[in-house]
Structure formats: C-alpha cells, structure tokens
C-alpha cells in the first residue's frame, strides 16, 4: 500500500523558514522522482518542485524558485522541502507523491492516487 506521510509544517513569520518531510512507503522509491504540491481551499492542487530519482535534478515553479530547495534522502525512502524567505502566498497544504516524467509536460505526472494528509504551513505576522 503506497503511503505519504507528510510532517513539518507549521506557523511562520514572514520571512521565516520551513523544512517540510514526506516519508514514503509501498513503492521502490529510488525508482521515481518525487514532487511536493500544494493546495489552497477552493483551488486546484498545484506542483510547487520536482526531484529526479538518480541524477537528483530539480526543477521549481517560478513562484518558489530560489527560496525553496527540494531533496531526496533514497536510503530513508524520504523528500523534503526547505522553505526559506515565507510569503502569506505560500499558505497551503503542502503534499508530495511520486512522479512519472512524461514528454508532453513540463513536470512529471502524479504517479500514485494515494495522498498523504498534508501538512499545513500558515505564513503570518
């Protein structure tokens, strides 16, 4: 059973800081790379990073880029998610699930239907 575990998250300051953690099980986790979202109430789910599996490349979103660094840790089956310099824009439930590259997309498809319960980060003075 693929499982996400999500944990980390919290209340910040502006400007302030995060490191979020997804550990993962039910799959060979060396073998996918590895996305974090995040999701606001009434929008859509969205990408924020991505990590390949091997080589360890990342990609990001314009919004989180250069503030937020994705990672993978393959012996611990786990991903995390610095966050640095917080903005209340990135108020969200932050989740992570493995991911397929596909030629078509700019980020790799979503390769389980499982979802972790998230992890909440509220950006706030």
């Known amino acids: 059973q693929v499982q996400f575990v999500e944990s980390g998250g919290g209340l910040v300051r502006p400007g302030g800081s995060l490191k979020l953690s997804c550990e993962t099980s039910?799959?060979?986790?060396?073998?996918?790379?590895m996305n974090w979202y995040r999701q606001v109430p009434g929008k859509e789910r969205e990408i924020v990073a991505t990590?390949?599996?091997?080589?360890?490349?990342?990609k990001y979103v314009d919004s989180v880029k250069g503030r937020f660094t994705i990672s993978r840790d393959n012996a611990k089956n786990t991903v995390y998610l610095q966050m640095n310099t917080l903005n209340s824009e990135d108020t969200a439930v932050y989740y992570c699930?493995?991911?397929?590259?596909?030629?078509?997309?700019?980020?790799?498809?979503?390769?389980?239907?499982?979802w972790g319960r998230g992890a909440q980060v509220t950006v706030s003075s």
């Open positions: 990590i390949t599996s091997t080589e360890h490349s990342t």
């Open positions: 699930n493995a991911g397929v590259p596909h030629p078509d997309v700019e980020y790799p498809l979503t390769a389980f239907p499982s």
């Open positions: 039910g799959f060979s986790f060396k073998g996918y790379a």
